[in-house]
């Protein structure tokens, strides 16, 4: 503040030499003219000028309390998956660093055979059923894999983004002159919405997946109504010749039976 000050009084006691000196006519003319109405506009700038600065300095004060404290904000720190078990050890450690491949999962599912070389051999209806389900385990697999990468890799990064929320904070409640000038402040606040935006993307891609996993369940639920929508009408369209068959050969033998 007080070289702020120091530059207000320097700029104002120049104008003001400045305004009251006399200018010559000419390079060889002694004579020199005073106009009033001149002088008169020099000082009035002179004192909109301070008037400015002195606004400025107003401007520039700060909060008269402990930024620091006062508005701290506290966040909860990122803890590890527990990795100390029997079977589930390799996809607790893809919890906690990620895991691209998909092998821990693997690990620790029922492996799925692969049906190609049968095919040929099963009814068309039942090959098309066979492929729905099918493909809906595999549609679970690849989401549970990417899922499961997904928040490994955001736990690996936690520690670091949170010390980085830490010290913008830091310097957001600053006190030196340095980390408050106007290009000082607008670099701040571009950091922190650059940080912010990578945020929203992190938090975007856990609801992209959430919202596929609620896809392999619709899809699972929809597998199921079908199949009974099936069996509903093969039975309506074939069951009553066959229920009405099976009954009168059932009636038949009953009346022709007889103890031997």
Do not use: C
Request: charged residues 20%; aromatic residues 6%.
């Amino acid at each position: 503040m007080t070289s702020i000050r120091q530059h207000v009084w320097r700029a104002s006691a120049t104008v003001l030499i400045l305004a009251l000196l006399t200018t010559p006519l000419g390079a060889q003319d002694p004579v020199v003219v005073y106009d009033p109405w001149s002088v008169a506009q020099s000082i009035i700038e002179v004192i909109n000028l301070v008037r400015q600065y002195t606004e400025m300095i107003r401007q520039a004060q700060r909060l008269p309390v402990d930024l620091a404290n006062r508005y701290r904000g506290q966040s909860v720190a990122w803890t590890l998956q527990d990795i100390a078990s029997l079977y589930a050890q390799p996809l607790l450690n893809a919890l906690n660093i990620g895991d691209p491949t998909g092998r821990a999962y693997q690990q620790i599912v029922q492996a799925i055979d692969v049906p190609t070389d049968i095919l040929a051999r099963m009814p068309p209806e039942l090959q098309q059923r066979l492929r729905t389900v099918y493909a809906t385990i595999e549609l679970a697999d690849g989401i549970a894999k990417r899922g499961i990468d997904q928040v490994g890799a955001t736990r690996a990064i936690g520690a670091p983004v949170l010390q980085t929320i830490r010290i913008m904070e830091q310097d957001a409640a600053s006190t030196l002159d340095a980390f408050n000038t106007e290009a000082a402040l607008l670099n701040k606040i571009n950091t922190a919405s650059v940080l912010g935006l990578r945020l929203a993307d992190q938090s975007n891609q856990f609801l992209l997946n959430t919202v596929e996993q609620l896809l392999v369940d619709t899809t699972r639920k929809r597998d199921t109504e079908a199949a009974v929508v099936g069996a509903t009408i093969y039975q309506w369209r074939y069951g009553q010749a066959y229920g009405t068959d099976l009954f009168r050969n059932s009636a038949t033998d009953m009346d022709t039976w007889r103890m031997r």
